[in-house]
T-cell receptor, first 117, second 112 residues
Framework: GAGVSQSPSNKVTEKGKDVELRCDPI?????LYWYRQSLGQGLEFLIYFQGNSAPDKSGLPSDRFSAERTGGSVSTLTIQRTQQEDSAVYLCASSTRQGATFNYGYTFGSGTRLTVV | KNQVEQSPQSLIILEGKNCTLQCNYTVSPFSNLRWYKQDTGRGPVSLTIMTFSENTKSNGRYTATLDADTKQSSLHITASQLSDSASYICVVTPNSGYALNFGKGTSLLVTP
């Protein structure tokens, strides 16, 4: 597709369950980012993938959160043993490199709204 | 401490009126500053991108300004429309690396 695709768009899960969120970046974009947007809060950086380099996981809030990116394309964000405070919109973005910047064509997906009950 | 502060937090204006949203940042040095529009239930969409050497950038009825000396940016919306109701987010990219610094956004409501 032409944009960043995320699925599911909405997810309701019970506390303690594991969830997987998927992101399909724009074809050819080497960089992929995950963000979390809690109600009334700004966007919080979670993790960054760039090509074959080791991901920057510095934003992951706990070891219950993990992410992988297979084949340099699709990414999955996994939250284990979900808690109510995990309820938020999870946004994915991708970009490519132009010159010295890795932020060319920076585009967000529509997000996955996660509700933990 | 958040390095990007936006004001006001929320704003209500009448259709057809103009408005200006503010963004103050401490990120330095920075590569570029962006304004995004985020409709409810959607991801942010880029409105303008300015490098540190640019003072103004327009996109239709949206005009962004940048004062790198005072570390302030503004987004001016002209002749507002109902569809302008959204959250407007200021984002600053530091010179080093890729991590973006997001403001918490200004929630704009345009009423008939």
């Amino acid at each position: 597709g032409a944009g960043v695709s995320q699925s599911p768009s909405n997810k309701v899960t019970e506390k303690g369950k594991d969830v997987e969120l998927r992101c399909d970046p724009i074809s050819g974009h080497t960089a992929l980012y995950w963000y979390r947007q809690s109600l009334g809060q700004g966007l919080e950086f979670l993790i960054y993938f760039q090509g074959n380099s080791a991901p920057d996981k510095s934003g992951l809030p706990s070891d219950r959160f993990s992410a992988e990116r297979t084949g340099g394309s699709v990414s999955t964000l996994t939250i284990q043993r979900t808690q109510q405070e995990d309820s938020a919109v999870y946004l994915c973005a991708s970009s490519t490199r132009q010159g010295a910047t890795f932020n060319y064509g920076y585009t967000f997906g529509s997000g996955t709204r996660l509700t933990v009950v | 401490k958040n390095q990007v502060e936006q004001s006001p937090q929320s704003l209500i204006i009448l259709e057809g009126k103009n408005c200006t949203l503010q963004c103050n940042y401490t990120v330095s040095p920075f590569s570029n500053l962006r304004w995004y529009k985020q409709d409810t239930g959607r991801g942010p969409v880029s409105l303008t991108i300015m490098t540190f050497s640019e003072n103004t950038k327009s996109n239709g009825r949206y005009t962004a300004t940048l004062d790198a000396d005072t570390k302030q940016s503004s987004l001016h919306i002209t002749a507002s429309q109902l569809s302008d109701s959204a959250s407007y987010i200021c984002v600053v990219t530091p010179n080093s690396g890729y991590a973006l610094n997001f403001g918490k956004g200004t929630s704009l409501l345009v009423t008939p």
